[in-house]
């Protein structure tokens, strides 16, 4: 069992920055692949950014969150960061952390545990 909880969350600017931290006890955290979701209002929770197991390789949803966003690990401190830049109304949405066996996922079906989310409310 691994249980994730998310901080960093908040009410932002458009043009802003945030951080948002997961952070897991239970089971040796760098055996899983962890991941970021966000779900807006009324949509589907859709795949932001997922980060390897060892830190070294990242995937991003598409070429506009890569350029603003970075997802990153500290398996010394059990902790995966999703640094997020250049914040607009429509990165709006509660996020998600999630750890998976697999190597390497953005298909939510994947994920084996989930945090409980973090809203993040970005003004215009």
């Known amino acids: 069992q691994v249980e994730l909880v998310e901080s960093g969350g908040g009410l932002v600017q458009a043009g802003g920055s945030l951080r948002l931290s997961c952070t897991a006890s239970?089971?040796?955290?760098?055996?899983?692949?962890m991941g970021w979701f966000r779900q807006s209002p009324g949509k589907e929770r859709e795949f932001v950014a997922g980060?390897?197991?060892?830190?070294?390789?990242?995937?991003y949803a598409d070429s506009s969150l890569k350029a603003r966003f970075k997802i990153s690990r500290d398996n010394t401190k059990n902790t995966a960061y999703l640094q997020m830049t250049s914040l607009k109304p429509e990165d709006t949405a509660v996020y998600y952390c999630?750890?998976?066996?697999?190597?390497?996922?953005?298909?939510?079906?994947?994920?084996?545990?989930w945090g409980q989310g973090t809203q993040v409310t970005v003004s215009s």
């Open positions: 239970g089971r040796t955290f760098s055996a899983y692949y």
């Open positions: 980060v390897s197991k060892t830190g070294g390789s990242t995937l």
């Open positions: 999630a750890a998976s066996i697999r190597l390497r996922t953005e298909r939510e079906r994947d994920y084996d545990y």
